[in-house]
């Protein structure tokens, strides 16, 4: 059973810093993707960024030169470094393991809020 416990969201005002920390209960390099999705209220759940198993990252636009995926596979840990937040970066962050053939998991969310 993989489980994605994240953890680091909290409240922060414009310009500053979060580090959010995907832990998984199982080996995340064996993972084809994993990846950051966000989901703010009265919107559809969109990617801010994944991390290939080949290390290749892919960001969103609206992210790029802000935040940065990175992962740590000895603790099975998922990281994002998000700098200069903006109040638009506010909404619930999910982290997602990806395998193929066996499909995706979700972590259970953390809350990311940037006042002005």
């Known amino acids: 059973q993989v489980q994605l416990v994240e953890s680091g969201g909290g409240l922060v005002q414009a310009g500053g810093s979060l580090r959010l920390s995907c832990a998984a209960s199982?080996?995340?390099?064996?993972?084809?993707?994993m990846g950051w999705y966000r989901q703010a209220p009265g919107k559809q759940r969109e990617l801010v960024a994944d991390?290939?198993?080949?290390?290749?990252?892919n960001y969103a636009d609206s992210v790029k030169g802000r935040f940065t995926i990175s992962r740590d596979d000895a603790k099975n840990t998922l990281y994002l470094q998000m700098n200069s937040l903006k109040p638009e970066d506010t909404a619930v962050y999910y982290c997602?393991?990806?395998?193929?053939?066996?499909?995706?998991?979700w972590g259970q969310g953390t809350q990311v809020t940037v006042s002005s």
């Open positions: 199982v080996t995340i390099f064996s993972a084809n993707t």
């Open positions: 991390l290939s198993y080949l290390n290749a990252a």
């Open positions: 997602n393991a990806h395998w193929n053939g066996l499909g995706d998991y």
